[in-house]
């Protein structure tokens, strides 16, 4: 953990994952790096899921592959979607009741606006694997999730259906940055915003 960037307390995650996306949106996904240095960049997407739900990994049943999701809230958990692609979640809720929050795009200042726009490209750039499943967001490990600075106190965001699912998909779970260049996939009708309109220009990425 550092000073500049505090992890998210445990009780933030102790609520139902629809509540938790829209609220992790503008935060932060720190990682300490081998040689010290922070790689940090401010989270613009989420998806919830939930066991009710049968998008949801936990929705048939619990299995060695999902058992973090049933586990304490506040801990990632990382799948693999595919066989290629590591996908990042955070646990909520509370405990043997599947809940998380699926970390869809990251915006990192100073690099390609879209290096972090998806779930695997999100992975593959700060490197997240199935060894980081079941670890602490709160900071306890390289790797923890950060509030939101203060200029993104009340974040204008969109609110849509999921993607890249084949069922549920009309539950308004996803929601996004408006203002951000560095969102996976906007909603039909919501333009990209130029580059001299991006609401934060320090915390958004350069192209």
Request: positive net charge; aromatic residues 8%.
């Amino acid at each position: 953990m550092s000073k500049d960037f505090p992890a998210l307390p445990h009780a933030f995650f102790c609520r139902p994952a629809e509540e938790v996306a829209p609220a992790l949106v503008g935060c932060r996904l720190v990682k300490r790096q081998s040689d010290g240095s922070l790689l940090w960049g401010v989270i613009v997407e989420t998806e919830a899921y939930s066991q009710e739900e049968p998008a949801c990994h936990g929705y048939r049943r619990r299995s060695p592959q999902n058992e973090t999701l049933f586990g304490e809230p506040g801990r990632f958990y990382v799948y693999v979607s595919y066989g290629i692609h590591h996908c990042v979640n955070v646990v909520t809720d509370r405990s043997d009741w599947a809940n998380g929050v699926l970390l869809r795009a990251v915006a990192m200042p100073g690099k390609a606006e879209r290096i972090a726009a998806g779930p695997g490209l999100l992975s593959r750039h700060f490197e997240i694997s199935r060894r980081h499943d079941n670890s602490s967001a709160c900071g306890e490990n390289e790797l923890w999730l950060a509030p939101r600075p203060s200029v993104l106190n009340i974040p204008e965001l969109v609110t849509t259906t999921r993607i890249g699912i084949s069922q549920a998909q009309d539950l308004p779970w996803r929601w996004y940055l408006k203002a951000s260049r560095s969102v996976s996939r906007r909603a039909k009708g919501d333009r990209m915003p130029a580059i001299s309109q991006a609401s934060i220009p320090t915390l958004e990425c350069k192209r």
